[in-house]
C-alpha cells in the first residue's frame, strides 16, 4: 500500500518535472523566434540542444497526427495537457489507495 503511493508520487513528481521542461522550451522557442535570444550564444545553443532530445521523442508522435497549422506547433500544449490529464488520474488512482473505494 506504502509501496503504491510512493510510486505513485514520484510518477507525479516526474510528470511535473516533465511540464516545467516543456514550458521552458516553448518560452525559449518562443525567445529565439523574437530574436531575443542570440542563438550563436554557446549556452543558449546547448540548453536548446539539450531540450530539443529530451522533448523531441515525445512530440513527434503528436505532431503525426496533428493537422499542420502554417508553422504554429500545438504538440508542446497538447502533449501537457496529456500529462494533466494522466496526473489526475494517477492521483484519483492514489486516493483510491489510501482511503479504499
Known amino acids: 500500500m506504502y509501496l503504491v503511493g510512493a ?8 510528470i511535473n518535472i516533465l511540464v516545467a521542461i516543456f514550458i521552458v ?5 518562443l525567445l529565439v523566434a523574437f530574436n531575443v535570444v542570440n542563438t550563436y550564444n554557446e549556452f543558449v545553443r ?5 531540450l530539443y532530445r529530451v522533448t523531441e ?4 508522435p503528436i505532431r503525426r497526427f496533428m493537422p499542420d497549422l502554417g508553422g504554429l506547433d500545438f504538440s508542446p500544449m497538447v502533449l501537457i495537457l ?9 492521483a484519483g488512482m492514489a486516493y ?3 482511503y479504499g473505494g
Open 57 to 60: 521523442p515525445l512530440l513527434r
Open 82 to 90: 496529456g500529462l494533466v490529464i494522466l496526473q489526475k488520474l494517477l
Open 96 to 98: 483510491q489507495v489510501a
Open 46 to 50: 546547448r540548453l536548446m540542444e539539450a
Open 25 to 29: 522550451q516553448m518560452v525559449l522557442s
Open 7 to 14: 510510486l505513485l508520487s514520484v510518477i507525479d513528481l516526474l
